[in-house]
């Protein structure tokens, strides 16, 4: 599974009901991302958009989404950077480094969140998802 891959991406308003293979679906009004797990496994990664979650990068040719894809929950525990529209395979972690990773996240937002009650932001408006966000990505989860 270590050859270069290159994906297709899709702007759509709400996430398909059948995801493609090799296809990033944008969705900006959910703020989201979504594709099937590069490894081909068939699993659908879900990676939500928000200033503690990833980024969308869009040059007008090709995306990016930074940080990286880690599927730890999935059996493939696939891991990849998807640079340019490329999969850039990344090493398997081991548990430390993902517990280690998991932790960063924690702190990543509880910095973030902590800086914006410092800057007189609401915290609720920063890098939460709009109200029903999840209550719509439950339901196409577990169509
Ligand atoms: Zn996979």
């Known amino acids: 599974m270590n050859q270069t891959m290159i994906l297709v991406f899709e702007f759509v308003n709400s996430i398909p009901e059948k995801l493609d293979e090799r296809t990033l679906y ?38 990016s989404l930074s940080p990286s894809v880690g599927n730890w929950s999935f059996d493939c525990q ?29 702190q990543t937002k509880q910095e973030h969140f902590t800086a914006g009650e410092e800057a007189g932001v609401e915290k609720v408006t920063r890098g939460e998802p709009r109200p029903g966000f999840w209550a719509r990505l439950w339901k196409w989860l577990s169509r």
């Open 26 to 63: 944008v969705s900006m009004e959910y703020a989201t991302v979504a594709h099937r797990c590069c490894c081909g496994c068939g699993r659908e990664v879900v990676t939500p958009l928000s200033p503690t979650d990833w980024k969308l990068a869009y040059d007008g040719v090709s995306i």
């Open 78 to 106: 696939s891991h990849y950077w998807i640079v340019n529209n490329t999969v850039r395979w990344a090493g398997q972690w081991s548990k430390e480094q993902i517990a280690a990773g998991r932790q960063h996240d924690r």
